[in-house]
């Protein structure tokens, strides 16, 4: 249920522009949406993860100056400072603290040595920092409407472009057989 609510929250926001386009009241919808999430995640699991305390707070913070201000400006930015924070996260445990945050994550569903763990750190932080630049660009050189159709298809287009991206890397180095045998035991 929980995975319905996840894909639920961004395709309402969409379907909201759709049918009233006013981002105004999409706005409102999506941070309705978010707490939901939220509560419904608390209520199952007594506690809410890292992403879900991130998701709420940005919403809660951007989409309320959207709807309190009534200026789109807050929201248009949201994806950018969330991919933003995520480089910036990502690259800057592997320079400071000497750890991989992907390594951490993932590493008991995949060994990989610390050098591969740092390279996809870096390279997804990359893949964040253009996925915040890119937002920015089609906020402002695109309609409202065309953003909004980006935020829906193109984050995940842009995650299904860096998971191939990261599986030809692995594939390239020798490291993705053992993947697909660990995923068949």
């Given at each position: 249920?929980?995975?319905?609510?996840?894909?639920?929250?961004?395709?309402?926001?969409?379907?909201?522009?759709?049918?009233?386009?006013?981002?105004?009241?999409?706005?409102?919808?999506?941070?309705?949406?978010?707490?939901?999430?939220?509560?419904?995640?608390?209520?199952?699991?007594?506690?809410?993860?890292?992403?879900?305390?991130?998701?709420?707070?940005?919403?809660?913070?951007?989409?309320?100056?959207?709807?309190?201000?009534?200026?789109e400006?807050?929201?248009l930015?949201?994806?950018?400072i969330?991919?933003?924070i995520?480089?910036?996260?990502?690259?800057?445990?592997?320079?400071?603290?000497r750890?991989?945050i992907?390594?951490?994550?993932?590493?008991?569903?995949?060994?990989?040595?610390?050098?591969?763990?740092?390279?996809?750190?870096?390279g997804w932080?990359?893949?964040?920092f253009?996925?915040?630049c890119?937002?920015?660009?089609?906020?402002?050189?695109?309609?409202l409407?065309?953003?909004?159709?980006?935020?829906?298809?193109?984050?995940?287009?842009?995650?299904?472009?860096?998971?191939?991206l990261?599986?030809?890397?692995?594939?390239?180095?020798?490291?993705?057989?053992?993947?697909?045998?660990?995923?068949?035991e």
């Open positions: 249920m929980e995975k319905i609510i996840e894909l639920a929250v961004p395709i309402l926001f969409f379907v909201v522009w759709v049918i009233t386009g006013d981002i105004f009241i999409s706005t409102q919808v999506l941070i309705g949406m978010v707490c939901l999430q939220a509560a419904y995640e608390y209520w199952q699991h007594r506690q809410l993860k890292t992403m879900t305390k991130v998701l709420l707070g940005s919403v809660i913070i951007m989409g309320g100056l959207t709807v309190t201000f009534r200026d400006t807050f929201i930015w949201k994806p950018t969330m991919n933003w995520f480089a910036l996260v990502l690259a800057g445990s592997q320079i400071i603290f750890k991989s992907l390594g951490a994550f993932l590493g008991r569903q995949l060994q990989l040595p610390w050098q591969v763990w740092f390279r996809l750190g870096y932080a990359l893949g964040f253009l996925a915040g890119l937002n920015l660009v089609v906020a402002y050189q695109f309609s409407d065309i953003w909004m159709k980006y935020k829906l298809f193109g984050g995940f287009a842009i995650t299904t472009i860096y998971i191939i990261t599986l030809i890397y692995l594939n390239r180095i020798g490291m993705a057989a053992g993947l697909t045998e660990d995923q068949s």
